[in-house]
């Protein structure tokens, strides 16, 4: 039903919006900018391996995990 979808997005968009600042800018670029890991590794100044970080430990928290 749409009011259910409409407050799960809500949520989501709370819990996306308290995340710590790099993790939430690495989701952004990656699943909102469609960028690829090593683009927005090089948009943020940060290795692969930071970016593939942060975007675990950022899914996680959105995951409620």
Do not use: C, T, W
């Amino acid at each position: 039903n749409r009011l259910e979808i409409e407050e799960e997005q809500r949520h989501f968009e709370e819990r996306f919006n308290r995340l710590a600042p790099r993790q939430k800018a690495a989701l952004h670029l990656r699943y909102r900018e469609n960028m690829s890991v090593g683009d927005v590794a090089a948009s943020m100044g940060v290795s692969v391996k930071s970016v593939e970080s942060l975007l675990y430990r950022g899914k996680r928290s959105l995951k409620g995990g």
